[in-house]
């Protein structure tokens, strides 16, 4: 599914015959104006990107960079949730107590959204997201020092500010290295490392829990990030585009920046912000709910867990590429942005609907069937919608865009974790927040598409 060298250079560099440069207008014809043209000639042109055959290929090397971070967030994010049964027994929490774990980090994490994408833009990507993949590994291992519900609690918030940086770094890093049409592929690429990351965890983890412990399977687990680290800082380095030279849009850290505060009056902010608020949440109940609906409805244990698990987040790494793919070979057919975008989320979002009936299905592979494509639906949604960032806005205030919508996705999972432990404490059902997940995407594709129906750039001078 990942394009081959020579069908990515004919694409950026045999533009149609008659072809109007893709520069001078928005996704539907209309003029955006100098200061946006200039943004757009610069995400578009592909000397910007492919000056030389090397850089090309090196572009692949960035992306699998960010593949590999993004898997690495999730294992430390995951492991939690797979070790809930675990540790309810040794620590004794409760539903409520468990909530409370995960609103801790969930807070963290908005908070940490707040600055994270300022951070990237002001330090840029390079250093940025160095310093995030470091407080996030010590977080990680600190975890192992825990004994009780306040422990991990301090243990979460430190991971939650930590691995704030990972979305805003890498989105900011595509945005940089790849040209639009390639974007949302690109982001589904390095974004389905989520899935491998909650693929990989329920292999591993419960064979360092039974040989060493669950201290040993945190402190393993966090080292990783230090792992990363090292290739990050000996493989990475800034792009240099020839447009940089004639002043187009200067990249380097920290000059003209642009505070988030400046976001907030564009439409194009909210529709990014209100869609990550009203999606983001399922992912995360996903993540930190679904190995514990296992084991109450269907007896799956820690031990067994992960074939299951294996599955579900095998079927999300094919949505998240396939939906990436998916507008972005809309895009080639000579579809606008706007089609290409929402045609592919619309789909993501029907692909969910399903997972109403996972609560009521008696077999077990039934449920892993329902739940495995409705994590493929929201994969393929995620991979676009963060998208919608970089189509919208100027590279320079990518970070800061990404960082504002997922502030507000975590604020989103904030709310749901409280009322999963609520609903899970006094009814023991998982039918009503499956009901949640199931309408989520199209509630929020219609909000995105009220207050952007054309995804018009936003007008922000000097882009």
């Known amino acids: 599914m990942e394009p081959t060298r020579q069908s990515v250079e004919d694409e950026l560099t045999t533009p149609s015959k008659g072809q109007v440069p893709p520069a001078k207008v928005s996704a539907d014809g209309i003029d955006v104006g100098a200061a946006d043209r200039r943004n757009e000639e610069a995400s578009l042109d592909p000397s910007a990107f492919s000056s030389s055959s090397s850089s090309s290929n090196y572009r692949w090397v960035v992306c699998g960079l960010l593949f590999f971070a993004t898997t690495i967030n999730y294992v430390d994010r995951q492991i939690i949730g797979l070790l809930k049964q675990t ?7 409760n539903e409520i107590d468990y909530s409370n774990i995960i609103f801790a980090f969930q807070l963290a994490y908005a908070a940490g959204m707040l600055v994270a994408g ?7 990507t390079r250093k940025g997201f160095s310093l995030s993949v470091f407080v996030w590994s010590v977080a990680a291992m600190a975890h192992a020092l825990a004994y009780s519900v306040t422990g991990f609690g301090a243990a979460r918030v430190a991971l939650g500010f930590g691995e704030s940086g990972n979305f805003p770094a890498c989105i900011k890093a595509v945005a ?42 945190f402190v393993a687990t966090g080292a990783l990030g230090f792992l990363w680290l090292v290739a990050w800082l ?24 642009i505070h988030w505060l400046e976001l907030v009056p564009h439409r194009q902010t909210w529709a990014f912000a209100i869609g990550k608020f009203l999606t983001d949440p399922i992912w995360w109940f996903y993540l930190f709910w679904i190995p514990d ?43 606008s942005l706007n089609t290409s975008r929402k045609t592919a989320m619309l789909i993501c979002a029907l692909i969910v609907l399903p997972i109403v009936f996972a609560s009521k299905v008696s077999g077990l592979w039934s449920a892993v069937a329902l739940i495995g494509l409705a994590a493929a639906g929201h994969q393929g949604w995620s991979a676009n919608i963060f998208t919608l960032a970089s189509d919208t806005f100027p590279r320079r205030a990518v970070g800061s865009v990404v960082g504002f919508g ?17 609903v899970l404490q006094w009814t023991g059902s998982y039918l009503p927040l499956f009901i949640v997940a199931g309408s989520a995407y199209l509630i929020a594709l219609a909000v995105i598409h009220l207050l952007n129906p054309r995804l018009e750039p936003a007008p922000i001078g000097g882009a």
């Open 87 to 93: 540790l309810q027994g040794q620590i004794g929490w």
């Open 234 to 257: 000996s493989l990475y380095r800034a792009p240099k585009h020839p447009s940089q030279a004639e002043g187009e849009e200067k990249q380097e850290p920290g000059s003209n920046k």
């Open 176 to 217: 940089e290295w790849f040209h639009k049409r390639e974007r949302a592929l690109v982001t589904g690429i390095f974004n389905s490392g989520t899935n491998i990351g909650a693929l990989v965890t329920p292999l591993v983890v419960p064979w360092i829990t039974r040989i060493y412990g669950w201290r040993a399977a």
């Open 118 to 124: 300022r951070i990237m833009d002001r330090l840029g």
């Open 293 to 335: 609906f296992l084991f109450k409805t269907h007896g799956i244990t820690l031990l067994n867990v992960g074939l299951p698990l294996v599955v579900i987040y095998q079927m999300a790494t094919l949505g998240s590429i396939g939906g990436g793919w998916l507008s972005s070979f809309l895009l080639r057919r000579g579809y």
């Open 406 to 422: 997922g502030m507000f996705g975590s604020l989103g999972a904030l709310l749901i974790a409280k009322v999963t432990g609520y």
